[in-house]
């Protein structure tokens, strides 16, 4: 074979980077940024050049593994596997119902074409309520924001980053997370070049990030505030006379003077001691975003994670259109995908909005959010009996056991579960609850398209990348896996026509688009239409009729563009589509054909942050001896969540998973620097080492979350021996943000003690 040099799109986070990998003989020999890649420039960062480490790790799972009475995994064929799971799970849907199985889908779906294509076929053909992902432990507050106030939840403005002159950023830390609802390679190069044209980065946030770092202003905030610290600011715009939402959006935003009327009940005095940042600060943020040429606030993890996640997800873009920097240069912009996206299809300018609460939890009673509910039920649909109850759990590409809240309650349930099946490529903390794994691909051997990523890039860009590698002889692609399971949960047996079904995937595919309004193939012949994705097969095949039908395709001869996936394959360093574009009012999708900007249920829940604050503040000033400190979590550059710990080149080093306490708040509890402590809170307890620094504010402290690889029946070695502690023990699965059921991962009440006075008390 010798050597060969390809490129790929790194499949690991959301700044799709290209990477330029050399092999010989089939052997990962470099791995380096692709200099030609038009988006990412050469940028990589130290996880895409571990991919190597991931494709030749031993202890991916490669051939699929059946539990066996024993409790030990066994392996075994594909046949047999899936034998098993029609022996286990028909039964199960035909006593009990559909809602007795319930999946919950993991992030790396959201970058695998395969699983983000073909997870909702599963699930339409599950037919089961009981949905779940890691969506509900992260950004929904954000999408449900900005589909109450643009009408889907795909409209999320993303900050254009390389034309605006002012960016406030609160909750993310791109430097380590390569950004997020944000899709841009290369943040460090790109705040950088906002500094070097005169502009100016301030970063909102608990701890001393590496953003902060680099940021012209770090102002550190009360974990949980920032719905008060930003209702402050919308006050400071009021009160001074500087909402000015500009000439664009004339005619276009409703509810502007019920948001005035709702700032006043936040003046910065009121809030500073909560948040913990002086009045004057408070104005003076407001002051220099109102003045910028050109501004754009952007809130993530650490404000959609908290128990006002919505709240503050909503004031931000409050705050983008009040400056008049929404949908203008520079400002907070609506991306462009290639492969479309429901505020790029139907009618322009109109929509039916978005709804929540059309089904609720059993146990609960929590509403659905866009067809899921929250991670944080499954422990309690599983452990409550009854009709209804959850029996059997499908996971796909997730680790709920280590990445939602109550980890403890959830591990047990997982035990008690009469059947499970994970799509994963790992044994570990989740899938050894299950009775049969079936192993996804390694990066190198599947074909890559953002498609969900590309949504919120600060560019609009395509690119496609073919697999590098063949997959092992004899296994399947993961959308080949899912279209067996679909096979099963439907009653077709564990041997179903595979390709069959995919061909009446594709076929409903184009069906649904040609009786869209405004489809460039509306109104054509299905079959005319299939015959031009014709061969292609697969993700391959709905991808190019996505391509082909958006807003850059072909349109099978009808469209503006030239876009197709045979376009993308003559690019191998993709195709840049342009800056971010001017979308108003076609993008909006709500029922007024307007923006609105307070949305009555974000307004009904303003109460709730006017009780909260007293009791904040009550806190902020409080010496009590037992006063709880406030947890937040810690990305660190060389990890993502709980899944890449086994890559010796990501873990080796100094220990990571430490909590970082205030020199203040070490000397008044008795703790040490390096020495282990007791964190507290209402689900469990954890031990883990203290590492005192003044990058984190005084009454907070902060864990990273992703770790606890010491579960026993897991097959990752190097991960066990880097085990550290699992956060999210302390998380509270019954806490949740009430509009969006989003977990509250950031701001949990905690209590930290010297291990020898815990365990003598
Ligand atoms: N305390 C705290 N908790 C958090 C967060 C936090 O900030 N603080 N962040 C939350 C966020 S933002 C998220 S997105 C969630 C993540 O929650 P999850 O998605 O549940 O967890 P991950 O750690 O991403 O686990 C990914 C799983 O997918 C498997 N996997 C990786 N690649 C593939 C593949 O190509 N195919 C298949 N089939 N499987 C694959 C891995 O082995 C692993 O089991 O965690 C959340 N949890
Ligand atoms: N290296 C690495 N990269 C990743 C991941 C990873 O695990 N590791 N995960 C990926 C995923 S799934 C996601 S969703 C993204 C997330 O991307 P980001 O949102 O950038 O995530 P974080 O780096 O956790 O940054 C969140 C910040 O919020 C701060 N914070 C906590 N509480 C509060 C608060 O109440 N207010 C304010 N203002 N700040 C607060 C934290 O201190 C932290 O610095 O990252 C992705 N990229
Ligand atoms: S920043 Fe993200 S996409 Fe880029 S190389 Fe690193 S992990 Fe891959
Ligand atoms: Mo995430």
């Not at 899709?183 to 953003?211: F, M, N, S, Y």
């Not at 899938?431 to 794994?437: F, G, K, N, P």
Request: proline fraction near 7%; include cysteine; hydrophobic fraction near 40%.
């Amino acid at each position: 074979m010798g050597e060969t040099v390809s490129v790929q799109t790194c499949p690991l986070c959301e700044a799709t980077c290209g990477l330029q990998v050399t092999a010989v003989d089939g052997r990962v020999t470099k791995i380096r940024g692709d200099e030609d890649d038009v988006f990412s420039k050469g940028f990589i960062c130290p996880k895409g050049g571990s991919l190597a480490a991931l494709h030749e790790d031993p202890d991916r799972l490669r051939v699929p593994l059946v539990k066996q009475p024993d409790g030990s995994f066994g392996e075994a064929t594909w046949d047999e596997a899936f034998a098993e799971i029609d022996r286990r799970l028909s039964p199960i849907l035909a006593e009990h119902g559909r809602d007795a199985v319930a999946a919950y889908l993991g992030n790396p779906g959201a970058h695998n074409l395969s699983l983000l294509l073909y997870t909702r076929v599963l699930l339409k053909a599950l037919g089961t309520k009981n949905i779940t992902s890691a969506s509900t432990v992260d950004q929904y507050p954000k999408q449900l924001a900005s589909g109450l106030m643009f009408g889907t939840a795909l409209s999320v403005p993303i900050p254009d980053l390389d034309r605006t002159d002012h960016l406030l950023i609160l909750g993310a830390n791109p430097l380590a997370s390569n950004g997020s609802l944000m899709t841009a390679p290369d943040v460090r190069g790109r705040l950088r070049a906002i500094q070097e044209r005169g502009g100016k980065v301030v970063v909102v946030d608990p701890r001393r990030t590496r953003t902060a770092q680099v940021a012209d202003e770090h102002v550190f905030v009360r974990p949980g505030t920032d719905a008060l610290l930003l209702f402050a600011m919308v006050n400071v715009l009021v009160t001074e006379g500087l909402v000015a939402p500009g000439e664009h959006l004339d005619g276009l935003v409703d509810g502007v003077d019920r948001v005035v009327e709702l700032a006043e009940g936040f003046p910065p005095e009121e809030v500073a001691a909560a948040c913990g940042i002086d009045a004057g600060t408070i104005r003076r943020l407001a002051r220099e975003l109102a003045a910028a040429p050109s501004a754009a606030v952007y809130g993530r993890i650490g404000t959609t994670t908290t128990a006002f996640g919505t709240t503050a997800s909503w004031l931000v873009d409050v705050l983008n259109v009040l400056t008049g920097n929404l949908d203008r240069p520079g400002g907070a912009m609506f991306s462009t995908p290639a492969v479309g996206s429901p505020n790029t299809s139907g009618a322009p300018g109109r929509g039916r909005g978005v709804r929540t609460g059309r089904f609720s939890s059993r146990v609960r009673g929590l509403g659905e959010v866009f067809g899921e509910l929250p991670a944080s039920v499954l422990a309690e649909e599983i452990q409550t009996p009854g009709a209804g109850q959850i029996r059997a759990l499908i996971t796909v590409a997730g680790n709920p056991a280590v990445s939602t809240p109550n980890s403890d309650r959830l591990a047990s349930a997982l035990g008690e579960l009469d059947f499970m099946v994970a799509i994963d490529i790992y044994l570990n903390e989740t899938t050894r609850h299950a009775d049969v794994i079936l192993p996804g691909l390694s990066p190198l051997e599947r074909s890559h398209y953002d498609v969900a990523l590309y949504a919120f890039g600060v560019r609009d860009v395509a690119n496609y990348s073919p697999p590098l590698f063949d997959p092992p002889e004899g296994t399947p692609t993961e959308w080949r896996t899912l279209l067996r399971l679909v096979g099963v949960v439907t009653g077709q047996g564990p041997d179903a026509d595979v390709g069959a079904i995919d061909a009446f995937v594709a076929g409903e595919a184009v069906r649904r688009e040609a009786g869209t309004t405004g489809s460039p193939i509306a109104g054509r012949e299905v079959d005319e239409i299939l015959a031009a994705l014709a061969p292609r097969v697969g993700p391959e095949r709905l991808l190019d009729l996505l391509l082909r039908v958006g807003p850059y395709g072909d349109g099978f001869g009808a469209g503006d563009g030239t876009l197709s996936l045979a376009a993308l394959e003559a690019a191998p360093h993709g195709i840049d589509l342009g800056a971010l574009k001017p979308r108003l009012p076609d993008v909006l999708r709500t029922p007024s054909g307007k923006i609105e900007l307070a949305p009555e249920a974000l307004v009904a829940d303003v109460d709730r942050l006017h009780e909260r604050l007293v009791a904040w503040a009550a806190e902020a000033d409080s010496d009590a001896p037992d006063r709880p400190l406030r947890l937040v979590g810690r990305r660190d550059l060389r990890s993502n969540n709980s899944w890449m710990h086994n890559l010796e080149p990501l873990v080796k080093g100094k220990d990571r998973c430490t909590v970082w306490v205030h020199p203040d708040d070490a000397a008044r509890l008795g703790l040490t620097d390096g020495e282990p402590t007791i964190v507290s809170a209402r689900t469990g307890t954890i031990e883990v080492p203290v590492q005192v620094t003044d990058d984190v504010m005084p009454g907070v402290v902060s864990i990273p979350h992703g770790w606890g690889h010491d579960q026993p029946g897991t097959a990752m070695a190097v991960a066990t021996a880097h085990a550290g502690v699992n956060s999210n023990v302390l998380a509270d699965d019954q806490d949740l943000e009430p509009l969006s059921g989003t977990a509250i991962l950031n701001g949990i009440a905690v209590t930290l003690a010297p291990v020898a006075v815990a365990v003598g008390a």
